[in-house]
């Protein structure tokens, strides 16, 4: 069964503080890997996508990494600020198909 | 702004209703997808179409059905409804088919089951 779980659940940090949020992918055949930024109530927004043989990418204050053979993605986020309080979903694709997990409530306090 | 267009944005009805909700995808983009959103789920992918053809199936209840039209708006009908189907609906549009596609998505519509 395609799955796909993100550590933590939830995580509390100080405004410009960094912080590193994991994800565990058990998909088959792996297409890529994304990363979302969702803000209460609205939709899901991209921050990355990275194919099975990309490493890192970046995409302003956030920093994706991608191990595919251990199958784990981390999203680093750089010098916090409050507009990134929000839940971070990690999605593997397999074929048409995208599998999300339930995300990583991030919320950033002054 | 994504350029995704969802309607309505909140719906309250009753059980045993129907409803459709409306998705127009940014311009240009051939490829539509429907995605549920409930409290203690993640985000659960239904349906997607590509040029007004179904191209991939997730999990989608019998009692729900959608279509792409000539315009490339797509409508999701949700029929016989349980308490159980509200959620977060979200549209989402890309250029492609499959692949390494940026999927964009709507603003959602909420859905409330009574």
């Known amino acids: 069964k395609n799955q796909v779980e993100q550590s933590p659940q939830s995580l509390i940090i100080l405004e410009g503080k960094n912080c590193t949020l994991q994800?565990?992918?058990?998909?088959?055949?792996?297409?890529?890997l994304r990363w979302y930024k969702q803000d209460t109530g609205r939709g899901p927004v991209s921050l990355t996508i990275?194919?099975?043989?990309?490493n890192t990418k970046s995409n302003g204050r956030y920093t994706a990494t991608l191990d595919a053979d251990t199958k784990q993605s981390s999203l680093h986020i750089t010098a916090s600020q409050l507009s990134d309080s929000a839940s971070y979903i990690c999605?593997?694709?397999?074929?048409?198909?995208?599998?999300f997990g339930k995300g990583t409530s991030l919320l950033v306090t002054p | 702004d994504s350029g995704v267009t969802q309607t309505p944005k909140h719906l309250i009805t009753a059980t045993g209703q129907r409803v459709t909700l409306r998705c127009s995808p940014r311009?240009?983009?051939?490829?539509v997808y429907w995605y549920q959103q409930s409290l203690d789920q993640g985000l659960q992918f239904l349906i997607q179409y590509y040029n007004g053809e179904e191209r991939a199936k997730g999990n989608i209840l019998e009692r729900f059905s959608a279509q792409q039209f000539p315009d490339l708006h797509s409508e999701l009908n949700l029929s016989s409804l349980e308490l159980g189907d509200s959620a977060l609906y979200f549209c989402?549009?890309?250029?492609?088919?499959?692949?390494?596609?940026?999927?964009?998505f709507g603003p959602g519509t909420r859905l409330t089951v009574t």
């Open positions: 311009s240009g983009d051939l490829s």
């Open positions: 999605v593997a694709q397999t074929g048409y198909a995208l599998n």
């Open positions: 994800c565990n992918y058990t998909v088959s055949p792996f297409s890529n």
């Open positions: 990275m194919t099975f043989s990309e």
């Open positions: 989402a549009s890309s250029s492609g088919l499959a692949g390494v596609h940026e999927q964009y």
